[in-house]
């Protein structure tokens, strides 16, 4: 072979641009045009089918309230268009959905302006994209909108909405979410004079409280209820299964550090894990207890909030919170260890989902106390 010979590589990289970064901006450039229009798309095919349900559900519910036998005259109705809509399209417009259809209209009814769905329905306008992103009537996709359709609740269903949609739940996560009572333990673990803002607003972050629930269901974990794990199998539970526990924890939380290390003189001593909200612009420590908690592990953590707000926490940061999270605990003792202005909080953890009956009794009868 001749020593002048040019490879392959040599060649592509003789006919580069001198300026490697103009190549790197044009990549990067790209790959963020396509997300967005693959973005676009899926947002334009959402719309259209929130909308056609929307649609098909208000037309269903006009035809069946001129039947003399509305139950009856209503599944003849939904027979009829199921069939007709499968002969035309095929698979995808079965019975099930019709009924999905019409009870979503009957949920939703009044989201959309009239305007807007004449606009749709009607004159099929085009710019109507716009306006409907405008007026973002529906920031779900239909398969989110079942499982909400489920929940009976109109201000628990809002919230569930509000916060899927902030969160960028996946459907899973919405089933997860609502499977563990999320909307129930929040309000449980707040002021009374929030409980009509929270179901409006979504999960409110404005105070060390708001970040706390009570209790943390961890059923993602695996772990069974027994004496035999340990706080360090725990503790490695949780960091696999990391972005699951952040999601648990609420808004804001980001992962910074687990046995987190500092020394006084020659004793030592590691912080279970160490997070930090942005919301709240602060630090949250957290400690892992297996057995009932002690009025030592409230002091522990007292030294930990001391340490991180002389050492760590930055002036123009809000206090460290500390949250200490176990298997049983004494409300009594906590409250009475405590000083009233500590930034400390005890938190049970539960392996498994609770039962949404019985904390909807809670729910209802805490909220009954503010009447006597």
């Known amino acids: 072979m001749a020593k002048n010979s040019t490879s392959a590589g040599d060649l592509l990289k003789s006919n ?11 990549c990067h450039n790209s790959i963020e045009l396509i997300r967005y229009a693959r973005g676009l798309v899926v947002q334009q095919i959402n719309i259209i089918e929130i909308m056609t349900y929307y649609a098909l559900g208000k037309w269903l519910i006009e035809v069946q309230q001129k039947g003399e036998d509305r139950a009856k005259y209503g599944e003849k109705v939904i027979d009829r268009l199921s069939e007709a809509l499968t002969e035309e399209f095929g698979r995808g417009y079965s019975r099930e959905t019709l009924r999905n ?14 305007t807007l769905f004449t606009e749709f329905i009607d004159q099929k306008s085009q710019t109507m994209f716009g306006k409907l992103k405008k007026e973002n009537p529906f920031r779900l996709s239909w398969s989110h909108y079942l499982i909400l359709m489920r929940v009976k609740n109109t201000e628990e269903r809002d919230f569930y909405e509000i916060e899927a949609a902030e969160g960028n739940w996946t459907v899973r996560t919405l089933q997860r979410q609502y499977g563990s009572s999320l909307y129930e333990r929040i309000l449980l673990s707040t002021d009374k004079d929030k409980v ?3 179901a409006q607003k979504g999960q409110i972050v404005e105070k060390p409280q708001d970040v706390v629930k009570d209790p943390l269901v961890l059923e993602f974990l695996g772990l069974q209820e027994k004496p035999e794990y340990s706080e360090s199998e725990l503790e490695t539970r949780i960091i696999d299964h990391l972005q699951d526990f952040l999601m648990e924890m609420g808004k804001g939380f980001t992962f910074v550090d687990r ?6 003189d020659e004793d030592s001593f590691k912080v279970d894990l160490v997070l ?16 009932k908690l002690k009025h030592q592990d409230l002091g522990q953590m007292q030294m930990y909030v001391n340490y991180y707000d002389r050492y760590e926490k930055t002036e123009d940061e809000n206090p460290t919170i500390g949250i200490l999270l176990c298997s049983d605990k004494n409300d009594s003792m906590v409250e009475l260890t405590l000083p009233e202005d500590a930034n400390i909080y005890a938190a049970k953890y539960e ?20 009447d006597l």
């Open 101 to 114: 259809a019409r009870k979503f209209y009957q949920t939703y009814q009044g989201r959309i302006s009239q």
């Open 351 to 370: 392996l498994y989902l609770p039962d949404k009956k019985l904390l909807q009794r809670k729910l209802e009868e805490w909220l009954a106390e503010e």
């Open 196 to 198: 009509k803002e929270i």
């Open 16 to 26: 580069l641009p001198e300026n490697i970064e103009d190549i790197n901006d044009l």
């Open 259 to 264: 046995q987190k290390r500092f020394t006084f």
């Open 276 to 291: 930090y909200n942005r919301l709240l612009r602060c630090f949250v420590l957290l400690d892992l207890k297996i057995g």
